[in-house]
């Protein structure tokens, strides 16, 4: 592809998904359907403006990787290691059951039975990127159904590696004898690259990205996430492996560490425009000549396999104890055919399993299950789940709550004090803090502390601050504290914002940025030490609260005072903010008026008396 | 405060209620009883430790409120045979030379005033014989003299024993009648 191409084609597959996603999304079709007929109209057999399908599917199948390392970063290894029952009961039995069923139909329509057995397995599979980015569009992952979607899929994707493994085996004598053995090297690099994997993301990870995020240099840090992404897949590959399942390992395996929403803030774009990318290439890639030439026949397959694999899945469900209201979600989500099929017949077309005409009627017929996958969905969304919804209980109470309440925004000398009063009473809190040698220190003492620049939006998102319920600004930086405050307002209008403020200046912009309460940073401890004072020159501690308590009331009303005429003229806001000498010079006049009582004045009179005759002794 | 409209409308009435407890979020009884008061229309309920979390009560604006009251609510458990120490505070620094008493210490006068007050032991402790030894009215003596030293009119208190464990309907029966109480009263005169 030379450059003009090149450029050229990306301009039509961005044209292509800017015009059909949109459009898909607001006739209530999803971003997936939207995705797969831009495909088909630009590919070979629409438009023809592209014709390399093939290579753009494999190209694009980068993006199924890096959404499988987005979903590790979600996983900590015990959360997984709490999924174990799932993955191993439903996603085994979903793939066993499959198989065999369709096995056993193969073989009854007459096919040869390592032609069966392949077909079968291959078709058992379904197609991680669709199925998550279904359930994804709906926010369903959180709920029982999207929990054991996930699980299955999960389980597919490791069963792909024993299925590849045995496609040779089956391949009766077109292969020499002496690859068609089992490949104990193989296996051992296969473990070997996964203990590298798991070794080196423990231990070795973690230092390195806090090197490269000490750069302060965003793209840097970028480019690392894309590498360690592509450097894992690539290694996978090497030893005969899903590329996926090692980004998913990547992933968990980051998922504990202070990076993880950096990192998956910055891998989120390229993995959304990869996918679609890969959904594209997924529409271009249907052989409409062959749909033409037997359109009952391939038809007839795509639906019966979807039915097939639906009615399993919904039993299976059933077996497992899915509630009712998701078994069709459930069942659904999975139906289709997946990405991991076209590996897996081009690997028996080439071992001599499969003739040509199969490859292409089978892969045509899993293309074809894709497109009806986010059909079905709306037609659950629309005929089928409004009526189960109509059953007692509420689908709210299915989600699990998986974010913190409270989110601290810079974990410096000020927001640890908060991070610790909340922690200590029993509240955790997801804490953002962009000082990368801080956060290791306060990982030593158990903080869960991410790294990042509170003020993306993005990373905002992915810290929960659609859940949350509170968000508590204590960054070191006057102007970050108000742009924090303003994005906050704007883009999550439930979040109830309490800030540090500088002065009363600071103040009265974050009363205008609709903060709900605010403590200048310097104030509390400048009067503790101010009502010292008063101790040290004789007053009684109860008398020096008393005056400290009374001067922080009347400072209070007196801020407030002045915050009323802040918008009596626009001009005047300026002049205010600029005029904060003049501010204070108002004050310690009202000081004098306020807070002088006679008591007060009593004990100034002896106190000063009290320290002339020091002086004179 | 915008002074009600007693003077025009005849019967209605002013109520100060003043609550204090440790952790009011775990009472019951305390709790049932503010949720059944708190709402009515002629009820400003103020609960001092909300208010006052460093006991830095703010003398002006209280005297105030009190002045406009026709009845005035202490709402408590016993704490060691009296209010929780936020209430003695209260007196302290409200009901102050030349406000309550003393030469043009006038503000109370002539008002209502009721103890609502709630006790963790049943009522056959309190007497000879049981372990508080005194019947709870000679227990609340000094609330009452100071009640009558400020010109008030010290009405029957209305109590309630045994708070820890008391059954629901129970809780809810009491909370109705002291919501009851407050409706139904009209200041005198």
Known sequence: MDNHSLLFNAFVYLLAAVLAVPLSKRLGFGAVLGYLVAGVVIGPWGLGLIREAEAILHFAEFGVVLLLFAIGLELNPGRLWAMRKPILGLGAAQVIVTAAILTGIGIASGLNSSVAVVAAMGLSLSSTAMALQLLNERNLLPTPAGHSGFSVLLFQDIAVIPMLAVIPLLGVSTVDAASSGFDWLALLQAIAVIALIIIGGRFALRPVLRLIAATELREVFTAFSLLLVIGTALLMQAVGMSMALGAFLAGVLLAESEYRHALESDIEPFKGLLLGLFFIAVGMSIDFGILLREPMLIAGLALGLVAMKAIILFMLGRVYGLPARQLPLFALVLSQGGEFAFVLFGVAQSSGIFPATITDTLIVTVALSMLTTPLLMVINDKLIAPRLDRTPAPPMDEMEDQGHPVIIAGFGRFGQIIGRLLHANGIDATVLEHDPDHIETLRRFRFKVFYGDACRLDLLRAAGADSAKLLVIAIDEREGTLRLAELVRENFPHLQIISRAWDVAHVFELLEHGVCAYERETFEGALRLGEEALKQLGCTAWRAKQAAHRFRAHDEETLLEIYQHYHEDFDERIRISADARERLREIMQSDEIHLSTQADRDWVQASQAAIDKADTQ | ?189
Request: proline letters at 7%.
């Open chain 2, 1 to 189: 405060m915008s002074p009600r409209g007693r003077e025009y409308l005849g019967t209605e009435s002013k109520i100060m209620v003043y609550c204090a407890h440790l952790s009011i979020e775990n009472s019951v009884i305390n709790r049932a009883m503010r949720d059944a008061v708190r709402d009515l229309p002629q009820v400003d309920f103020r609960d001092l430790h909300e208010l006052y979390p460093d006991f830095f009560i703010n003398t002006a604006t209280e005297q105030a409120l009190l002045r406009n009251a026709d009845l005035i609510v202490f709402q408590h458990p016993i704490y060691w045979y009296a209010a929780p120490a936020i209430f003695k505070h209260f007196m302290d620094t409200v009901l102050l030379h030349g406000f309550a008493y003393g030469p043009g210490g006038t503000a109370l006068q002539g008002k209502d005033f009721l103890l609502a007050v709630s006790t963790g032991a049943p009522a056959e402790e309190y007497g000879s014989g049981g372990i508080h030894h005194y019947p709870l009215e000679r227990l609340m003596l000094p609330i009452e003299q100071t009640v009558r030293f400020c010109g008030m009119r010290f009405m029957p208190p209305l109590v309630v024993h045994g708070g820890h464990g008391l059954p629901a309907d129970v809780v809810a029966a009491h909370a109705t009648r002291y919501r009851q109480l407050l409706e139904d009263y009209r200041p005198a005169g």
